[in-house]
């Protein structure tokens, strides 16, 4: 960032941005506090690059969804270990017992095809602009997406 | 309902709630710390300044006005071109005078020689065998300008009423003085990269009436000085033309001008007619800077330069003696007789 006139834009874009990116995270991950740092983490991100990022909206969906993948990895292993990941707010309890049903069988899809739903069906990011994020083809998106619509629904009929 | 527009339901409901910190784009502003400059361009930047610095220095030092040492002893040109009384343009040997090898035997002795920078061809005044008749009625013979190989071989005659070459230090550059029938020089001519044609500024002078002579290049290769009467300087790249001269006021005396280690100084050798007669160097604001040595009697030397590093000065005095002077000695040195003009072959940079 250069003069007063970058540092503006940035914190404009944290303005417009902030919400949205840490409620995707908070998908990706069930944890809105980390989401936060998730957000956070991108924002220095964008914040380094700055110079060199053309579209910072994408950069910083993409970095949100890649630092996302790494906390899930880095909890795996915490997993092993007690104490285990409690999800913290907002409680799943809270949603009526069809939506809670969902956000429980979103969470336990494969990672992929989590990233994939989520950024197509909350997002509502197209085929092109998720494979962007996600650095795969679209018809890698297509498949994910089919087979987690269908984990999806096998699950909820469980 | 499908599977699809419940799962939009639900996570649209399930991100709903969701906010970011009060205090979010606070904690975040204090994570971006002021961008340092990469090392290596710090290292960088100061080996430059120091390198910037030792050749300020360096420059100081060399072209410090005062000196009265000379801050480099380049090695001397081992060859000398010269043209003697008889009108024979010979390459001698600084040491003793020894003739190596003669080129033509057709100069015209007071027309002046010089040598190309890269030592291969010699210009030189040549009387062509012609006469003319001037329009007082009184016959002359001809002079033209021409070019030779050092290796020798037939020379190429450049122009026609031409005399006193000298070559620009760049190299790309020829001046010279043209002569009409009859006349010692009423003109300066230069001609430009490969010396095929050239813009004549003949007209103007501030003294029609005197002869024009001793043409040479300043160390620049830009400007131009001359002696009509008086020393004139002109920048030769100007559109100006013979506008842009100005004279040079030394008082009594003649201006050659010669390296001195310095591309853009204007330092000049000065011969004051009055008794000593002293070999001096003038700064660009014509005022003298450094004496280098004092020549026997009032007469001046007929020809004067220095070499490629300024510190070796080749000359020949009133009695035709082709002498040299260096730093370090107190009286020039004495090489041979029976010269009229001389001019250091160019010593090949390494």
Same mark, same amino acid.
């Given at each position: 960032l250069t003069g007063n006139d970058g540092w503006s834009e940035l914190a404009a874009l944290y303005r417009e941005q902030a919400r949205s990116l840490i409620r995707l995270a908070a998908l990706l991950v069930d944890d809105v506090g980390t989401a936060e740092e998730i957000v956070q983490d991108a924002f220095v991100l964008v914040h380094r690059r700055w110079e060199h990022v053309d579209k910072p909206e994408q950069y910083l969906r993409k970095s949100v969804v890649n630092l996302a993948r790494s906390r899930l990895r880095r909890r795996l292993v915490a997993l092993r270990y007690p104490p285990a990941h409690v999800p913290d707010a907002?409680?799943?309890?809270?949603?009526?017992t069809d939506q809670g049903a969902v956000i429980d069988a979103l969470q336990v899809l494969p990672r992929r095809q989590r990233e994939v739903l989520v950024l197509r069906y909350?997002?509502?990011?197209s085929e092109a602009e998720i494979a962007a994020t996600l650095g795969i083809s679209t018809g890698s998106v297509k498949t994910h997406a089919h087979r987690g619509i269908a984990a999806l629904e096998q699950g909820l009929e469980l | 309902v499908t599977v699809e527009a419940r799962l939009r339901d639900a996570t649209a409901t399930y991100t709903e709630r969701i906010e970011p910190s009060i205090d979010g784009w606070q904690r975040l502003a204090e994570r971006f710390e002021p961008r340092r400059p990469r090392p290596w361009l710090i290292t960088a930047g100061a080996f430059l300044l120091v390198i910037a610095s030792v050749a300020a220095v360096y420059a100081f030092m060399r072209d410090? @006005?005062? @000196? %009265?040492?000379?801050i480099a002893s380049p090695r001397a040109p081992s060859r000398i071109v010269a043209v003697t009384n008889d009108g024979r343009v010979v390459v001698i040997d600084p040491?003793?005078?020894?003739? #190596?090898?003669?080129? +033509?035997? *057709?100069?015209?002795?007071?027309?002046g020689v010089a040598v190309s920078v890269d030592g291969r061809m010699i210009y030189y005044a040549r009387l062509s065998g012609a006469v003319c008749n001037a329009f007082t009625g009184d016959s002359f013979s001809v002079t033209d300008l021409a070019v030779i190989s050092v290796r020798g071989g037939a020379p190429k005659i450049l +122009?026609?009423?031409?005399r006193s070459p000298s070559v620009s230090p760049d190299g790309r550059l020829l001046a010279y003085v043209r002569a009409p029938c009859?006349?010692?020089?009423t003109a300066a001519v230069v001609r430009g990269p490969g010396h095929d044609k050239g813009s004549d500024?003949?007209?103007?002078?501030? @003294?029609?009436?005197d002869p024009l002579d001793r043409v040479s290049w300043a160390p620049d290769s830009r400007h131009l000085a001359f002696d009509q009467g008086y020393p004139y300087v002109f *920048?030769?790249?100007?559109?100006a033309g013979p506008a842009s001269s100005r004279r040079v006021? #030394?008082?009594d005396g003649t201006v050659w001008f010669g390296y %001195?280690?310095? %591309?853009?100084q204007f330092l000049a050798f000065r011969f004051a @007619?009055?008794?000593?007669?002293n070999i001096v160097v003038l700064g660009p604001d014509g005022l003298p800077r450094q004496q280098l040595f004092t020549l026997p009697g009032s007469s001046s030397p007929s020809s004067l330069v220095s070499d490629r590093s300024g510190l070796h000065i080749l000359f020949v005095d009133a009695e035709s003696w082709l002498s040299r002077w260096r730093p370090g000695q107190t009286k020039p040195t004495k090489v041979a007789?029976?010269?009229?003009g001389a001019v250091w072959v160019p010593t090949p940079r390494p």
């Amino acid at each position: 960032l250069t003069g007063n006139d970058g540092w503006s834009e940035l914190a404009a874009l944290y303005r417009e941005q902030a919400r949205s990116l840490i409620r995707l995270a908070a998908l990706l991950v069930d944890d809105v506090g980390t989401a936060e740092e998730i957000v956070q983490d991108a924002f220095v991100l964008v914040h380094r690059r700055w110079e060199h990022v053309d579209k910072p909206e994408q950069y910083l969906r993409k970095s949100v969804v890649n630092l996302a993948r790494s906390r899930l990895r880095r909890r795996l292993v915490a997993l092993r270990y007690p104490p285990a990941h409690v999800p913290d707010a907002p409680a799943v309890d809270e949603l009526d017992t069809d939506q809670g049903a969902v956000i429980d069988a979103l969470q336990v899809l494969p990672r992929r095809q989590r990233e994939v739903l989520v950024l197509r069906y909350w997002s509502e990011l197209s085929e092109a602009e998720i494979a962007a994020t996600l650095g795969i083809s679209t018809g890698s998106v297509k498949t994910h997406a089919h087979r987690g619509i269908a984990a999806l629904e096998q699950g909820l009929e469980l | 309902v499908t599977v699809e527009a419940r799962l939009r339901d639900a996570t649209a409901t399930y991100t709903e709630r969701i906010e970011p910190s009060i205090d979010g784009w606070q904690r975040l502003a204090e994570r971006f710390e002021p961008r340092r400059p990469r090392p290596w361009l710090i290292t960088a930047g100061a080996f430059l300044l120091v390198i910037a610095s030792v050749a300020a220095v360096y420059a100081f030092m060399r072209d410090g @006005s005062d @000196s %009265r040492a000379p801050i480099a002893s380049p090695r001397a040109p081992s060859r000398i071109v010269a043209v003697t009384n008889d009108g024979r343009v010979v390459v001698i040997d600084p040491a003793d005078g020894h003739e #190596i090898r003669q080129l +033509a035997v *057709d100069a015209q002795p007071q027309g002046g020689v010089a040598v190309s920078v890269d030592g291969r061809m010699i210009y030189y005044a040549r009387l062509s065998g012609a006469v003319c008749n001037a329009f007082t009625g009184d016959s002359f013979s001809v002079t033209d300008l021409a070019v030779i190989s050092v290796r020798g071989g037939a020379p190429k005659i450049l +122009a026609t009423y031409a005399r006193s070459p000298s070559v620009s230090p760049d190299g790309r550059l020829l001046a010279y003085v043209r002569a009409p029938c009859g006349t010692a020089g009423t003109a300066a001519v230069v001609r430009g990269p490969g010396h095929d044609k050239g813009s004549d500024w003949g007209t103007g002078w501030p @003294s029609p009436g005197d002869p024009l002579d001793r043409v040479s290049w300043a160390p620049d290769s830009r400007h131009l000085a001359f002696d009509q009467g008086y020393p004139y300087v002109f *920048d030769a790249s100007s559109k100006a033309g013979p506008a842009s001269s100005r004279r040079v006021d #030394i008082g009594d005396g003649t201006v050659w001008f010669g390296y %001195r280690g310095s %591309r853009d100084q204007f330092l000049a050798f000065r011969f004051a @007619s009055s008794e000593p007669a002293n070999i001096v160097v003038l700064g660009p604001d014509g005022l003298p800077r450094q004496q280098l040595f004092t020549l026997p009697g009032s007469s001046s030397p007929s020809s004067l330069v220095s070499d490629r590093s300024g510190l070796h000065i080749l000359f020949v005095d009133a009695e035709s003696w082709l002498s040299r002077w260096r730093p370090g000695q107190t009286k020039p040195t004495k090489v041979a007789p029976g010269f009229a003009g001389a001019v250091w072959v160019p010593t090949p940079r390494p």
